[in-house]
């Protein structure tokens, strides 16, 4: 009961970190349906390991249902995650989701195979998963990462990245040492007009060697 009663000090505790609109753990107790839905699959997560997999599968449609997130019983999710909004957010069975993460509304962690087995996303520690971005397939995301909202990545991401895109295109970031994370959404590279600044400074070297 001790564990149970610190990781839910510790789920509030997060939301109040990470969204300034938190004013109280009273709110958040009562209103976020992201820490609602990670309370659950807690819940869902034991009854799957201990084999009452039907029960699981009901409670975690039964979260679905209050919540509008959907997260399989089998998923593997650490501490320290939170969800902001949520509303849309799948987490497939075979996801893993590391220390700290948080993700945004619309966000799918989404299988491409048919097959038994590891077929969805590893998340690492300290990632950040911006609205409507897909991560597909059993890839892995690094730690301290950012993917940016909407992108859709389907190949591994170092740690220390920033993902932009679709298909998401892969910029290292600086890590900066500290151990929270990264909610700079208005700070994502746009790759495409650097590589076209980089073109025409390419092209005006050759011009003068042409001239020369």
């Not at 902001?84 to 948080?102: A, F, L, P, R, W």
């Not at 190949?155 to 151990?179: F, L, Q, T, Y």
Request: overall charge positive.
């Amino acid at each position: 009961m001790a564990r149970i009663l610190k990781e839910i000090k510790n789920d509030v505790r997060v939301a109040l970190e990470r969204d300034p609109a938190a004013r109280n753990w009273l709110e958040v107790v009562l209103c976020y349906a992201g820490v609602h839905a990670v309370w659950n699959h807690r819940i869902a997560h034991w009854l799957w390991k201990h084999k009452l997999k039907l029960l699981a599968r009901w409670s975690a449609q039964l979260s679905r249902f209050f919540t509008g997130i959907e997260i399989h019983p089998a998923a593997q999710i650490d501490s320290g995650v939170f969800i902001d909004h949520g509303m849309g957010v799948v987490i497939g069975e075979t996801s893993i989701i590391g220390k700290n993460v948080t993700m945004y509304h619309d966000v799918t962690l989404g299988g491409v195979s048919l097959k038994k087995g590891k077929r969805h996303p590893t998340i690492g520690s300290e990632v950040v998963i911006g609205a409507g971005a897909q991560i597909l397939g059993a890839i892995t995301v690094g730690n301290c990462s950012r993917i940016g909202a909407n992108a859709v990545v389907v190949k591994d991401v170092p740690p220390d990245s920033v993902v932009v895109g679709v298909p998401g295109r892969i910029v290292h970031k600086e890590h900066d040492g500290m151990h929270i994370p990264d909610l700079a959404h208005n700070q994502l590279p746009d790759i495409v007009t650097q590589q076209l600044f980089d073109l025409a400074q390419r092209l005006e070297k050759v011009e003068k060697e042409i001239q020369r």
